[in-house]
């Protein structure tokens, strides 16, 4: 039975190539989603009557299910509906997450639910409210997208995002997203450099991103 949820790296290269998965994340941008879920339109799709067949590329480039983490103590069940976590006066550097929900099968993940919440500009939650809090869905491509600030910084822990996964049906994924080159990422016993995030900057803002993987094997 699936797991009730009522919150209504940097990445290693394997030297095995690129991935099926890694090309249908590029195919998706430019293909509708029925089209590539009838049969993958990849590269090797397309090619002279006479030419032969390319082997198909592993699915699994080194794609674990994407590790859990705790839940923490400031979780809080029922944030609302909402892609953006910024309101009126809130503070801090802007920052954009957006990304894939992936099944082991390598397929995108539609209407998959994330739960986000997180400490504001000072390293503070919201305990009695819900700011800096918020869940969404996919998209019919398994794709998401969050606005919200760089959180700050507390005692014991680096900077970071807690997040809930689940795809329709499955179980509840409990993790955390990180920063690359934050010092405190080698103090903090809770850092994992498989969630690390892929994070550039865009003029004053920055811009992240991370794909994650459900399910179990």
């Not at 590269?43 to 994407?66: E, K, Q």
């Not at 014991?156 to 996964?165: I, P, Q």
């Not at 993790?175 to 892929?198: H, I, K, S």
């Amino acid at each position: 039975m699936a797991d009730e949820y009522d919150g209504t790296t940097e990445p290693t290269a394997t030297g095995r190539g690129v991935s099926r998965k890694t090309l249908l994340k590029a195919a998706l941008v430019a293909v509708p989603l029925p089209a590539l879920l009838g049969g993958v339109a990849l590269a090797r799709d397309h090619r002279p009557a006479d030419a032969p067949l390319t082997p198909t590329p592993a699915c699994d480039d080194g794609d674990d299910p994407t590790p859990p983490q705790t839940e923490g103590p400031y979780f809080k069940p029922h944030s609302p509906q909402r892609a953006s976590l910024l309101e009126p006066g809130t503070r801090g550097t802007r920052l954009t997450v957006s990304g894939f929900v992936f099944g082991l099968t390598c397929r995108p993940v539609a209407h998959a639910l994330l739960d986000f919440w997180q400490a504001d500009d000072a390293g503070a939650y919201d305990n009695r409210g819900f700011r800096m809090r918020g869940h969404q869905y996919t998209d019919a491509n398994g794709a998401f997208t969050l606005t919200t600030i760089v959180p700050g910084l507390y005692p014991g822990r680096t900077r970071h995002l807690h997040v809930k996964v689940q795809e329709p049906g499955g179980p509840v994924l409990t993790t955390q997203l990180y920063f690359p080159g934050e010092p405190r990422n080698n103090t903090d016993p809770l850092f994992n450099p498989a969630l690390l995030m892929q994070v550039r900057q865009a003029g004053p803002a920055k811009q992240g991103t991370f794909d994650f993987v459900v399910g179990r094997r």
